[in-house]
């Protein structure tokens, strides 16, 4: 277990909103990355850091932005949500530099 | 980064052998075999990797053939937790993050 808790599991919301994802861990790892999945598509990556204040774009960025202000929270917000972004978010982590991937269970996000 | 092919489906009696193959026929010298699973409604769970020697550990065991154009995930006791959607990926170790998933062998672990 990487000790990674995604909240919330669920959200319906609507077009136009602001909403924002918490991905937290309890064991100080320094790689954090938020995907989503869509059928079709597999995982696509969003955003990733390496560290605090440390972040950068994944393949699917637009219409997303990050914040990591502490070590444990990772914050995905869409700055104002749309249809094409109801979708299955996953937060992971990286133990080390050559380690694989740990995903959490994922937020289930709904924009109607 | 190399290619994968999984069958769509598999199934497996409980308390048997899982045998899930992968074909990679394109991997190149760097490039590490990754296996996960995703049982539904879950996040992807990491199995097991490898580069070219045979690797075991407490979930499963990885078989990788000598030209490394294909390996083979072993469950060695299938339970019906194992049911799940099994993917193979192949990727370098240093990059790990761009994970593509591909659409994965489904497996179906009956009584």
């Known amino acids: 277990d990487a000790g990674i808790t995604q909240s919330p599991r669920h959200k319906v919301t609507e077009t136009g909103t602001p909403v924002t994802l918490r991905c937290h861990q309890t064991e100080n790892h320094r790689y954090m990355y938020w995907y989503r999945q869509d059928p079709g598509h597999g995982l696509r990556l969003i955003h990733y850091s390496y560290g605090v204040k440390d972040t950068d774009k994944g393949e699917v960025s637009d219409g997303y932005s990050v914040s990591r202000s502490k070590t444990e929270d990772f914050l995905l917000t869409l700055e104002s949500a749309t249809s094409s972004q109801t979708s299955v978010y996953f937060c992971a982590i990286r133990v080390g530099e050559n380690s694989p991937l740990h995903f959490g269970n994922g937020t289930r996000l709904t924009v109607t | 980064d190399a290619k994968t092919t999984q069958p769509t489906s598999m199934d497996c009696a409980e308390g048997r052998a899982a045998n899930l193959p992968c074909n990679h026929s394109t991997i190149s010298g760097n490039e590490y075999v990754y296996w996960y699973r995703q049982i539904h409604s879950q996040g992807p769970q990491y199995i097991i990797h490898?580069?070219?020697n045979n690797e075991t550990n407490e979930m499963a065991s990885l078989i990788i053939t000598e030209d490394r154009k294909s390996s083979t995930l072993i469950l060695p006791h299938a339970t019906l937790r194992d049911t799940a959607v099994y993917y193979c990926?192949?990727?370098?170790?240093?990059?790990?993050?761009?994970?593509?998933f591909g659409t994965g062998t489904r497996l179906q672990v009956f009584p």
């Open positions: 990926i192949v990727r370098r170790s240093y990059n790990t993050d761009k994970l593509i």
């Open positions: 490898g580069l070219k």
